[in-house]
């Protein structure tokens, strides 16, 4: 069964202090690999697709990358405006069924 | 504004009723989705249609009844309300061209609370 699975689920960061997250997955045949950012009372926003193993993408502070296994977004000197939760999810069918890991919440402290 | 839009932002019933959640896009996308995220913040697809046809339909209560009458608009209509049914549902839409992939973009979502 395909599985996602996000680490930590809580993160804690002081403005300037890079960390990354974890996005681990199971799934047959990866079509794509998105991260999306969620505030609190709002619908998520999309970040990154990932395709393939050794893909990476950048937006401002943040990278995401991606391996056979798993996938990190790093954030570099984050700042306050950062603080949400961050979402990872898979597709391995042809019609967008995303599979969502149960986010990271990430609270960074000026 | 280019965006997917959700009415009502938040519904509050009671057990038993029938309610209605409506979505439209106007982003020119093809695919339409009804996610529910639970008390526990989890994601979960609950329907997708392509160009009004029913593509996704996970295992859901057969309370729970999309419709799409144009690509542009999908609903969400949903008999019989349980205490178990509150929770925040999420529309979202994407474009779906030949099995190619594309991101989603998500609405503001609807807070169910059934009392």
């Known amino acids: 069964e395909d599985q996602v699975t996000q680490s930590p689920e809580a993160l804690r960061l002081q403005e300037g202090e890079s960390s990354s997250l974890n996005c681990s997955y199971t799934?047959?045949?990866?079509?794509?690999l998105f991260w999306y950012r969620q505030d609190p009372g709002k619908g998520p926003e999309f970040l990154f697709t990932?395709?393939?193993a050794g893909e990476e993408k950048e937006k401002e502070r943040l990278k995401a990358t991606l391996t056979k296994k798993e996938s990190f977004l790093h954030i570099t000197a984050p700042k306050p405006e950062d603080s949400a939760t961050y979402l990872c999810?898979?597709?391995?069918?042809?019609?967008?069924?995303?599979?969502f890991g149960a986010g990271t919440q990430v609270v960074v402290t000026p | 504004d280019t965006a997917v839009s959700q009415t009502p932002k938040y519904l509050v019933t009671q057990m038993g009723n029938d309610k209605s959640i409506k979505c439209e896009q106007n982003?020119?996308?093809?695919?339409m989705y009804w996610y529910k995220q639970d008390s526990k913040k989890f994601l979960k697809i609950m329907f997708s249609?392509?160009?009004?046809?029913?593509?996704i339909n996970e295992t859901v209560p057969n309370r729970f009844s999309p419709k799409s009458p144009d690509k542009a608009h999908l609903n969400l209509h949903i008999n019989s309300l349980e205490l178990g049914d509150s929770a925040v549902y999420f529309c979202?839409?994407?474009?779906?061209?030949?099995?190619?992939?594309?991101?989603?973009?998500f609405g503001p979502g609807t807070r169910l609370t059934v009392l």
């Open positions: 990932l395709y393939s």
């Open positions: 999810a898979v597709q391995a069918d042809s019609w967008g069924k995303l599979q």
């Open positions: 799934v047959s045949g990866l079509r794509g």
């Open positions: 982003l020119g996308h093809d695919t």
């Open positions: 979202a839409s994407s474009t779906n061209f030949r099995g190619s992939t594309y991101e989603q973009f």
């Open positions: 249609y392509n160009n009004k046809e029913l593509i």
